[in-house]
Every structure is written in structure tokens, then in C-alpha cells.
């Protein structure tokens, strides 16, 4: 079983940044990054990176936000700049893998609020 810690979550003005970070323990993860959900809103991808470097930014956050990975202690970052009002919502750290067996795996965090006001 995957375990994930976030942390940096917060309340921030408009037009500050902040960033978020998740560490995943085990083996087998592939993919990891971050979605969002706003009360009454489903859940949104707010970006992913692959094993390899690959990433993929929501259309709402691009070119404000920057997810890099550290392969070697399985951890994330997301840098988050510009921050919006809209940008509130629970943010939650997201990885999938496989497992040695070959079958595949999702794991989410707990999830870490996010506050964007003045």
C-alpha cells in the first residue's frame, strides 16, 4: 500500500504563491501530481508528471503552476505563482503505478486546503 504526506497548504492572498509538496512511500509508482476540488465543484486535474519527466498541467493553471518531481525520495512539488481566488479548493496528492505483480495501483492523500483570499 502507498502512503502519501502532503504538506504546504495555507491561505495566501491574491497574486502570491505557495507550494505543495508529496512524498509517496513503495515501489512501482509511475505517475504522480496533483487534483483539486472546490465545494460544489467535481474534482480537476491540476497536474501530473510522469517517471520520466512527462507532465500535464490543467488548462485553468497553465503557466502558473509547475510541477517537478524528485525520482529518487518519490516526491513532488507543486509551485504554485499568480494564485487566484478561484485556485481555493482541498488539494490532493494523486500517484499510480504498478505493482510487482504488474497489476495497477492509485493511491490519494488526504488532501491539504488551499485559501486563496484577501
Known amino acids: 500500500q502507498v502512503q502519501l504526506v502532503e504538506s504546504g497548504g495555507g491561505l495566501v492572498q491574491p497574486g502570491g504563491s505557495l507550494r505543495l509538496s508529496c512524498a509517496a512511500s513503495?515501489?512501482?509508482?509511475?505517475?504522480m501530481g496533483w487534483h483539486r476540488q472546490a465545494p460544489g465543484k467535481e474534482r480537476e486535474l491540476v497536474a501530473t508528471i510522469t517517471r520520466g519527466g512527462s507532465t500535464n498541467y490543467g488548462d485553468s493553471v497553465k503557466g502558473r503552476f509547475t510541477l517537478s518531481r524528485d525520482n529518487a525520495k518519490n516526491t513532488v512539488w507543486l509551485q504554485m505563482n499568480s494564485l487566484k481566488p478561484e485556485d481555493t479548493a482541498v488539494y490532493y496528492c494523486?500517484?499510480?503505478?504498478?505493482?510487482?505483480?504488474?497489476?495497477?495501483?492509485?493511491?490519494w492523500g488526504q488532501g491539504t486546503q488551499v485559501t486563496v483570499s484577501s
Open positions: 513503495g515501489n512501482g509508482i509511475n505517475v
Open positions: 494523486y500517484v499510480a503505478g504498478y505493482y510487482v505483480t504488474l497489476s495497477p495501483f492509485t493511491s
